[in-house]
């Protein structure tokens, strides 16, 4: 009988072992599936017991378009990439040679430099009066013009460059003067020029400075006493009149 109710005792607190244990193995394995439920579901909820906070959704805002940046025509781009450079185009020597040398002396493989300075020779054969003319106001244009379109292009790659910008401005100003003189002295010279070297010229305004408010007080008040001057000189002149005419009078009377 004792033996009857030992084992009854044993088996109950084996049962009752085993069914806390089954609790907290399946409290275990129900949090891990509520969390990745919840992170499918929606936003991640915290998993800490008595936290509840729910972070703000992320928004995610459409991009904008870009925008394709139009890159204008360079001044190089006409000159043939098979063309020999100027140090070898008289050299017969490099003519009969093979296409590898050939190659090694075009302008696919010459320097920036080397490119500038055959188009300068171009724009110069261009407008230039005779073979022998190096130094005429034609040829200085060309020269400007060759310096001014190189920097055009290299201040729009990089803008922030201003000692380029300061001599480009210098290059054109330099130009303006030289085809003003031009248009003066030789007006179908200027106009060949301007035709061969696609150059637009503008008329400079009539006034430069630029109108702030100081000035315009100041102008105004200028043109005040500009006014009141000439009036006072007009009321001399009637005084001196009257003074003249009251003098004739007394002569004559």
């Known amino acids: 009988m004792f033996a009857n109710i030992a084992l009854r005792t044993v088996l109950k607190t084996s049962a009752g072992v085993l069914r806390e244990s089954g609790a907290l193995c399946s409290a275990l394995s129900a949090k891990p599936l509520a969390c990745s439920s919840a992170l ?15 972070p703000p959704p992320v928004r995610h805002y459409a991009r904008g378009t870009k925008i394709r940046k139009t890159v204008p025509v360079s001044q190089l781009s006409d000159l043939p990439q098979t ?15 093979d296409d590898v040398v050939k190659r090694l002396l075009s302008l696919e493989l010459a320097s920036h430099r080397e490119k500038l300075r055959l188009k300068k020779e ?22 400007l013009t060759t310096r001014i ?15 380029n910008k300061r001599r ?16 003066l002295v030789r007006y179908d010279a200027f106009e060949r020029v301007c035709e061969q070297l696609g150059i637009t010229y503008t008329f400079p305004p009539e006034y430069y400075r630029r109108a702030t ?17 000439q009036k ?22």
């Not at 480009?168 to 248009?183: P, V």
């Not at 408010?213 to 001057?229: D, Y």
Request: proline content about 2%; some cysteine.
């Open 168 to 183: 480009m401005l210098m290059a054109i100003d330099q130009r303006k003067k030289l085809l003003k003189n031009l248009r």
């Open 149 to 163: 379109r190189n920097l055009q292009e290299h201040l729009l790659k990089h803008h922030k460059d201003k000692a």
């Open 83 to 97: 063309a020999l450079m100027m140090d070898y185009a008289a050299v017969p020597l490099a003519q009969t040679t």
């Open 40 to 54: 499918l579901a929606g936003p991640r909820v915290s998993c800490v017991a008595g936290s509840f906070a729910v």
């Open 213 to 229: 408010r100081r000035w315009l007080a100041k102008k105004a008040l200028c043109i005040k006493v500009f006014k009141e001057v």
């Open 232 to 253: 006072q000189k007009a009321e001399q002149r009637l005084k001196m009149k009257q003074s003249l005419a009251e003098a004739a009078e007394t002569k004559t009377g």
């Open 122 to 143: 171009q724009l110069i054969a261009k407008v230039q009066r005779d073979e022998n003319d190096h130094n005429s106001v034609e040829v200085r244009v060309a020269v």
